[in-house]
């Protein structure tokens, strides 16, 4: 092979490998391009995103600030039931202490 042929046959070699990477990106960009439909789409789609969010987030907060009013009128209907609890447990030994003093009465 002479040099002239050498050359010859490398240009050909690096045209078809130019040719050939010209085409595989020309198919790469072909396929993965996005139409403006579709950008529209998708920015329509994160705003719904974002209000969904920011609803969910007034949600939390609603539920959390609810808990803490129902645990607070938990924690008082308790302590108002061991109050009562309390009085009525006193008042049934106090009503002991009446039948018993009756009962030593009507003995005597």
Known sequence: M???EFVIATAIVLFVAFCLGWFANWLIHRFTRVAAGDVAELDRMSQELHEAEETRD????YLQQREAELTNQLAQTEAELRAAMDGLRDARH???ELRAWIERQQAS
């Open 2 to 4: 002479s040099r002239a």
């Open 94 to 96: 106090e009503a002991e």
């Open 58 to 61: 007034q949600a939390i907060t």
